[in-house]
Each structure stands twice: as structure tokens, then as C-alpha cells.
């Protein structure tokens, strides 16, 4: 693990009245005395989007039935399901707590709208494939409270965009300034097909950039690199998301924007400037 120094850049300029995201040039100081065009190799595919949920959710009874659970704890107790709907993996757990029995959904909506692809759920969306879920979760307890009242617990979300050498814009991105964070570091994930990822930051919060192609190479295009921010309660609200109806399209494209800017991975460090300057396209991209 290498310890990175906290810091953090701006990302974001006006041009033309219009806000635009910058993405720093290999090598250039983004700084508010001077602009610097974007290292990118193409305009990101696709909006910024959802790729995982978890809800909890106060029930006042659930299936009794052993047979209808996968786990059981003891301390506390509680149970939990695994089942795959449409394609789609879903878990449905519960927990007996001091304040009442407690329910808890977590599945991937982008897999509902996409079952075959690896495309993001886009944001306007997320509140159907929620619904769809909690039907599920209806079949197995009775909530307390409508679904738009559920408790967020965890929200991944995201962005794709393509450079000419994924490798070295990752490793190049290691050592670059970003926000507070008690993890940096660059591997090759086992659990994503060996892909190169960058994470950086915490036990539950925390943002990874990662090689989409090497994880998923007959769905996404040699140079696809795919940002993701796990956001947990601390995130979320900082983002004024605590339950399921604040989560608005709007409110998830600012968060997804904010831990973007903070992970500082749109910035090159100059001691890389001349080696990869043959390697870039710049190009303007839209926040």
C-alpha cells in the first residue's frame, strides 16, 4: 500500500455560461490563474448513472418459515436470502434489533434494466427498479413504511470514459493529488477479472477507477476506464440523501460530481508531463 499525500484541485470552469468539467492535461497544473484542457481520449459514454443499492427498512413481520432463508444468525438474529429474479442477483436479509425487526434490500438496478450489458441504471430510474425490488421484499416481510421511506444505506455510482492507455493513466494517477483518504493504492482486482484499479479512500466510502474492458472485454471497448463512487451513509448524506425519495436524479449526479473532483482523478502529475504527451486527445466534456 502507498500512502498518498491529502490535497485536493478544482475541476469544474465556466465557458460560454455554461459550466464545463475540466479533466487536467497530463503534466498541467490546474490552478484559478491558468485553464488547462482535458486529458481524456473521447466524450464519457453515457450519463452519470447507478450500478448497486441497499435500503433498510423498519418490517413488523417477517416469514417464519426456515425454509424460506439461506442464513440464519444468531447475534443478533437475523436471516438472509440470496435469489436471482430476471437475472438479476438480489439479497434480503432482516435483523431482530432493540428498537423492532429491521429488513434490508440489496441488489444491482442497473442488471434490471440491463440484464445482459454492463451499462449504468441511468438516475431518473432508479425509484421503478426500487419498486420492482420491494416487491420482493413484500413476498417475504411486511414493511413498516412505504418504499419511499426506506433508509439509504449504500448507493454506487458512476461514469465510463475512454483514454488510449488505460494501464498508465491508472498508475499515473496514483501518486496525484485527491481528498483525505486512509487507502490509496493500485492493484490488479481478482474479483474484476484481474482489471487494474485505483481505490482511494475509506473502510465504506470510498472511489475506484478501473479497467472496464479487462473485466468485461466482449461488452466494453479496448480503453474504457470506469469511475465509481460507493457511497455509504456519511456520503450519501453529505449529498442530502437519507431516505429512498431524496435520492432525485439531480442530488446523484452532484454527489457523483463532488467525489470526482475530490478523488482527484482527473489530474495528471507533472513529472509525468513529457511521456505522455503522445498519448492524449483533449478534448472538452460537458459536467
Not at 470552469?13 to 459550466?19: F, L, V
Not at 431482530?96 to 425487526?101: A, I, V, Y
Not at 452532484?254 to 478534448?283: E, F, I, N, Q, V
Request: charged letters at 25%.
Amino acid at each position: 500500500m502507498t500512502a498518498v499525500a491529502p490535497g485536493s484541485m478544482h475541476g469544474v470552469r465556466e465557458r460560454g455560461g455554461e459550466m464545463i468539467e475540466v479533466i487536467a492535461q497530463p503534466g498541467s497544473v490546474v490552478s484559478n490563474r491558468t485553464f488547462s484542457p482535458p486529458l481524456i481520449g473521447g466524450a464519457p459514454r453515457g450519463p452519470v448513472g447507478v450500478d448497486f443499492l441497499a435500503i433498510s427498512f423498519p418490517i413488523i413481520s417477517y416469514d417464519g418459515d426456515v425454509n424460506m432463508w439461506d442464513e440464519v444468525w444468531l447475534k443478533p438474529f437475523g436471516r438472509s436470502v440470496d435469489m436471482v429474479v430476471d437475472r438479476v442477483p438480489v439479497r434480503i436479509s432482516f435483523l431482530e434489533m432493540p428498537s423492532g425487526p429491521w429488513g434490508r434490500l440489496a441488489f444491482n438496478p442497473a442488471r434490471w434494466s440491463d440484464p445482459e450489458g454492463c451499462s449504468f441504471l441511468e438516475t431518473n430510474e432508479l425509484l421503478p427498479a426500487l419498486s420492482w425490488g420491494w416487491d420482493l421484499v413484500s413476498e417475504l416481510m411486511t414493511p413498516m413504511e412505504s418504499v419511499s421511506e426506506a433508509r439509504l444505506k449504500r448507493i454506487d455510482l458512476g461514469r465510463d470514459f475512454t483514454v488510449r492507455h488505460p494501464d498508465f493513466f491508472i498508475r499515473g494517477l496514483l501518486n496525484g493529488p485527491h481528498g483525505p483518504a486512509k487507502e490509496a493504492v493500485v492493484w490488479h482486482d481478482p474479483d474484476g477479472s484481474g482489471a487494474l484499479t485505483l481505490k482511494l479512500g475509506f473502510k465504506i466510502n470510498y472511489v475506484r477507477l478501473y479497467d472496464e474492458h479487462v473485466k468485461r472485454p466482449h461488452l466494453a471497448p479496448y480503453g474504457t476506464l470506469r469511475f465509481e463512487a460507493q457511497c455509504g451513509p456519511k456520503w450519501l448524506g453529505r449529498g442530502g440523501m437519507r431516505r429512498a425519495r431524496d435520492a432525485t436524479p439531480g442530488r446523484l449526479q452532484r454527489l457523483t460530481m463532488d467525489r470526482w473532483k475530490w478523488s482527484g482523478m482527473w489530474a495528471w502529475s507533472p513529472a509525468r508531463r513529457r511521456c505522455s504527451r503522445a498519448c492524449s486527445d483533449w478534448r472538452w466534456v460537458t459536467a
